[in-house]
């Protein structure tokens, strides 16, 4: 048996069992809850008068300040020990990537701590998103082109 061998089958031994239904349930419900927060603004905003369009950006300019707030708060990073993955999935956790950078380099001022870094982790989460909306509209744009 190898070092390598060995070691596995000791970190195997050693590591903590997840309870991975446990985890899965939280996401479940706390993911879900937050969508259903979504919909009940998204139906309080075409109460109060505003178009289809116009509710589902409000729901998302709220959630997003909701979220960030509860970045900034210490709420939110509790909530995601919970429930994982639940809380970054919704766009709650976009918010949250951009959020959190920025609050911890806050210390290296606002140039070089929070405007340099606040997109460490949303970054490529924007570059990559945007790469492949040009791609995927340019391939549209050729399908409807020789249809």
Do not use: H
Request: aromatic share 12%; glycine share 12%.
């Amino acid at each position: 048996m190898t070092d390598k061998q060995a070691y596995l089958q000791y970190v195997n031994r050693r590591a903590a069992r997840s309870p991975v239904l446990r985890n899965c349930a939280a996401a479940f419900w706390v993911g879900g809850s937050i969508c259903l927060g979504g919909q009940l603004l998204r139906a309080l905003y075409r109460a109060l008068g505003a178009s289809p369009d116009a509710a589902g950006t409000l729901v998302s300019i709220t959630l997003v300040f909701f979220s960030a707030l509860a970045t900034g708060l210490g709420i939110f990073d509790t909530i995601a020990r919970y429930a994982g993955a639940g809380t970054l999935l919704p766009i709650t956790g976009f918010a949250n990537a951009v959020v959190s950078p920025a609050i911890d380099t806050k210390s290296e001022g606002f140039v070089l701590g929070v405007g340099a870094k606040i997109f460490t982790v949303a970054g490529p989460v924007l570059l990559y998103g945007t790469a492949a909306s040009v791609l995927y509209g340019l391939i549209y744009w050729v399908y409807v082109l020789f249809s």
